[in-house]
């Protein structure tokens, strides 16, 4: 029996990345810690209140504990598990958010999470994501898949976009979003760059449709599509279908501008949706223009009780207050006064700031980034072309829930509810975040294996 378990621990510890390890324990660490700042009380034994089960805190020291027991049984596993049950997995992943909508539970109005008694509910498309990673690096790592070919980006594009379908008819478009970073594995594994080139402009012309005057936009697009024609003299009488394709993209522009985005504001998102995403470029958003503020007179009373932006210039405050090196451990007013609407989840980066300001701000956002450093070089060092999608993977949602919700709380992007990894209070965020890193782990634990 001993020699089990000492042959184990051996399976467990060989080649196995520990300084990632590391890096995942002080996070989780300084998670909990946050969550504490959020909800201590004075007068409160700390021992027996980490203990009770009934604060935050206390139950994100549980998922830890569950995080951790089902991170050592990830790291005994055999890799080839990982890519025999990939696409077996994305199946019962898609049913699982497929039975939200018979199943689910409405929590803060979407309808994305299941009951599983006891006070804990399990969110589908966090688990989505690793589901997702697996069976993107199954479907690529095939002899067969020639991602030159269009056929195949496609199939890739609908293998990581149906969960965001699914997440945006849940009303969980923060989630949605999340799927889209998968294009940035795909470029790595030969996805033209000119896809991305258009997605990107896309983005900044969407920009610039809530900035500028919309006939200025317009005729600053005319300027440029003439400019173009003008300077493109040589190359067209070489090209004869390169006006055509100037002056389609012209108009592809324009009608985005002028047609598509109001649509999109105005039918498509909610009114407080529309008006945080007009309120981060310092614009105010007409609720009257907007299908369902005037289907739902709800909307309206929460407006007038509460302005839209009111979460951010909370978390604003919080941040700013804490200065250079902060106001200290469990000394933030604003943390301590609850400000700040969903400090524990969404918001939790705020109490980090206040209680140690900028330096401890940086010194935090150091450890992520050395954290995804350190998963590109593994993701390099792969044999496989598996184990090198799913770690990149890895890399690129990480990087977009870090860099979505820190830019969130301090008013660079819309509230969109994007979990801090490893920080923010959850346990279907923290037990999905430690699925996903710790099958890495066990993956580049066999990097010299050839897995497909």
């Given at each position: 029996?001993?020699?089990?378990?000492r042959?184990?621990?051996?399976?467990?510890?060989?080649?196995?990345?520990w300084?990632?390890?590391?890096?995942?324990?002080?996070?989780?660490?300084?998670?909990?810690?946050?969550?504490?700042?959020?909800?201590?009380?004075p007068g409160?034994?700390?021992?027996?209140?980490?203990?009770?089960?009934?604060?935050?805190?206390?139950?994100?020291?549980?998922?830890?504990?569950?995080?951790?027991?089902?991170?050592?049984?990830?790291?005994?596993?055999?890799?080839?598990?990982?890519?025999a049950?990939?696409?077996?997995?994305?199946?019962?992943?898609?049913?699982?958010?497929?039975?939200?909508?018979?199943?689910?539970?409405?929590?803060n109005?979407?309808?994305?999470?299941?009951?599983?008694?006891?006070g804990?509910?399990?969110?589908?498309?966090?688990?989505?994501?690793?589901?997702?990673?697996?069976?993107?690096?199954?479907?690529?790592?095939?002899?067969?898949?020639?991602?030159?070919k269009?056929?195949?980006?496609?199939?890739?594009?609908?293998?990581?976009?149906?969960?965001?379908?699914?997440?945006?008819?849940?009303n969980?478009t923060?989630?949605?979003?999340?799927?889209?970073?998968?294009?940035?594995?795909?470029?790595?594994?030969?996805?033209?760059?000119?896809?991305?080139?258009i997605?990107?402009?896309?983005?900044?012309?969407v920009?610039?449709?809530?900035?500028?005057e919309?006939?200025?936009?317009?005729v600053?697009?005319?300027?440029?599509?003439?400019?173009t024609?003008?300077?493109?003299?040589?190359?067209?009488?070489?090209?004869?279908?390169?006006?055509?394709?100037?002056?389609?993209?012209?108009?592809?522009?324009?009608?985005?501008?002028?047609?598509?985005?109001?649509?999109?504001?105005?039918?498509?998102?909610?009114?407080?949706?529309?008006?945080?995403?007009?309120?981060?470029?310092?614009?105010?958003?007409?609720?009257?223009?907007?299908?369902?503020?005037?289907?739902?007179?709800v909307?309206?009373?929460?407006?007038?009780?509460?302005?839209?932006?009111?979460?951010?210039?909370?978390?604003?405050?919080?941040?700013?207050?804490?200065?250079?090196?902060?106001?200290g451990?469990?000394?933030?007013?604003?943390?301590?006064?609850?400000?700040?609407?969903?400090?524990?989840?969404?918001?939790?980066?705020?109490?980090?700031?206040?209680?140690?300001?900028?330096?401890?701000?940086?010194?935090?956002?150091?450890?992520?980034?050395?954290?995804?450093?350190?998963?590109?070089?593994?993701?390099?060092?792969?044999?496989?072309?598996?184990?090198?999608?799913?770690?990149?993977?890895?890399?690129?949602?990480?990087?977009?829930?870090?860099?979505?919700?820190?830019?969130?709380?301090?008013?660079?992007?819309?509230?969109?509810?994007?979990?801090?990894?490893?920080?923010?209070?959850?346990?279907?965020?923290l037990?999905?975040?430690?699925?996903?890193?710790?099958?890495?782990?066990?993956?580049?634990?066999?990097?010299?294996?050839?897995?497909?």
């Amino acid at each position: 029996m001993a020699d089990t378990i000492r042959r184990n621990d051996k399976k467990m510890a060989q080649g196995v990345d520990w300084v990632i390890v590391w890096l995942y324990a002080l996070l989780v660490g300084v998670g909990i810690m946050c969550i504490f700042m959020v909800e201590y009380k004075p007068g409160v034994n700390i021992a027996s209140s980490f203990l009770s089960g009934k604060t935050n805190y206390s139950k994100q020291l549980m998922f830890t504990s569950i995080s951790v027991v089902l991170a050592m049984f990830i790291l005994l596993a055999d890799s080839k598990l990982f890519t025999a049950f990939a696409n077996l997995l994305y199946a019962f992943g898609i049913l699982l958010m497929l039975a939200t909508f018979v199943l689910g539970k409405n929590i803060n109005g979407s309808r994305s999470w299941i009951s599983l008694g006891g006070g804990f509910n399990l969110q589908p498309a966090e688990l989505c994501k690793i589901f997702t990673s697996l069976a993107l690096a199954k479907y690529l790592s095939r002899q067969e898949t020639d991602f030159s070919k269009l056929q195949s980006q496609i199939i890739g594009a609908i293998i990581a976009l149906s969960p965001a379908v699914l997440s945006i008819l849940q009303n969980e478009t923060g989630l949605a979003l999340v799927y889209f970073s998968f294009f940035v594995v795909m470029y790595r594994e030969g996805l033209p760059p000119g896809l991305l080139v258009i997605g990107f402009s896309f983005g900044v012309l969407v920009i610039a449709t809530l900035i500028v005057e919309p006939n200025i936009l317009a005729v600053i697009l005319t300027l440029i599509a003439g400019a173009t024609i003008y300077f493109t003299k040589k190359a067209r009488k070489r090209n004869k279908n390169l006006l055509v394709t100037i002056i389609t993209v012209w108009v592809v522009c324009v009608g985005v501008q002028r047609f598509a985005v109001p649509y999109l504001f105005d039918n498509v998102f909610q009114c407080y949706q529309s008006t945080r995403i007009f309120s981060m470029v310092g614009k105010d958003y007409d609720c009257s223009q907007n299908k369902s503020a005037q289907k739902r007179i709800v909307d309206k009373e929460k407006a007038a009780k509460k302005p839209d932006d009111y979460n951010v210039r909370q978390s604003k405050i919080a941040i700013g207050s804490g200065g250079l090196i902060g106001r200290g451990f469990l000394k933030g007013t604003q943390t301590r006064g609850k400000y700040v609407p969903e400090q524990h989840t969404d918001f939790i980066f705020t109490s980090l700031g206040e209680a140690f300001g900028l330096a401890g701000c940086v010194a935090f956002l150091g450890v992520y980034l050395f954290l995804l450093i350190r998963i590109i070089n593994t993701a390099e060092k792969q044999r496989s072309v598996f184990s090198r999608v799913y770690a990149y993977s890895v890399a690129c949602i990480l990087f977009f829930h870090i860099t979505v919700n820190v830019c969130m709380t301090i008013g660079l992007f819309p509230i969109i509810g994007i979990t801090l990894p490893f920080i923010s209070y959850g346990g279907s965020s923290l037990l999905g975040f430690t699925i996903l890193l710790f099958i890495l782990l066990r993956l580049d634990a066999d990097r010299n294996m050839v897995l497909r």
